[in-house]
């Protein structure tokens, strides 16, 4: 069964900070994705990855950068946090062969103060 | 780029009785369509999906049927149980590197 591990459930920070999200998967999975999910507004695509040092922008990358040195780790970084990215954000990993479903991991909800 | 629409936002039905939830999408290049259930607290789960190349697929109550001249595909839920309560998300796919969600159906199940 394909694990997708996020860092933190919850996390607090404070305005200004440069904020780390952490996630792995463990099934040599091409594609890393990082989502940002708000009520009402479903998932939306803040970057994503298909191979290590690559990476793409979403429909919401500003404020926004990411890092993936390993095939089993994408970063998510906020350089200076701010109280408008309060919000829970999701991790995805799928294969890269064609159109294959995505495994979410439990997700971080992140509160900026 | 793509864009998906999921209506209702929210459902609610008797037990026992059918839930459909609906989505459109705008590029007709998308060629895949996977459903998620995300229950209170938890991770999105694939329940079932769909690609451009069927008109239909059921897995036990669930189906999902795609019609792709319409540019819309339909979740299925028969025989709804209260363990079916939950948010739904449908997506839309043309390369399998990017997806684009719909807005999500809170769906509740009254016994």
């Known amino acids: 069964d394909v694990k997708v591990t996020q860092s933190s459930r919850y996390l607090v920070k404070r305005t200004g900070e440069k904020v780390f999200l952490e996630c792995v998967q463990d099934m040599d999975h091409e594609n890393m994705f990082w989502y940002r999910q708000d009520p009402g507004l479903g998932l939306r695509l803040i970057y994503f990855s298909y191979d290590v040092k690559m990476k793409e922008k979403g429909d919401i990358p500003e404020g926004y950068s990411v890092s993936r040195e390993k095939k089993e780790r994408f970063s998510l970084i906020l350089e200076s946090a701010s109280t408008n990215q309060t919000s829970m954000y999701l991790c995805?990993?799928?294969?890269?062969?064609?159109?294959?479903?995505?495994?979410f991991g439990d997700g971080t909800r992140l509160s900026i103060l | 780029g793509e864009n998906v629409e999921q209506h209702p936002s929210t459902l609610s039905v008797q037990e026992g009785d059918s839930a459909v939830i609906k989505c459109t999408y705008s590029?007709?290049?998308?060629?895949?369509f996977p459903w998620y259930k995300q229950e209170l607290g938890k991770r999105p789960q694939l329940i079932i999906d769909i690609r451009s190349n069927v008109g239909e697929k059921k897995d036990q109550r669930i189906a999902v049927t795609l019609n792709k001249t319409a540019k819309h595909f339909s979740l299925h839920i028969t025989e709804t149980q209260p363990e079916d309560s939950a948010v739904y998300f449908c997506?839309?796919?043309?390369?399998?590197?990017?997806?684009?969600f719909g807005t999500g159906t809170s769906l509740t199940v009254i016994p």
């Open positions: 997506a839309a796919s043309k390369t399998g590197n990017q997806f684009y």
């Open positions: 995805a990993s799928s294969l890269r062969r064609g159109n294959q479903p995505q495994h």
């Open positions: 590029d007709s290049a998308s060629n895949y």
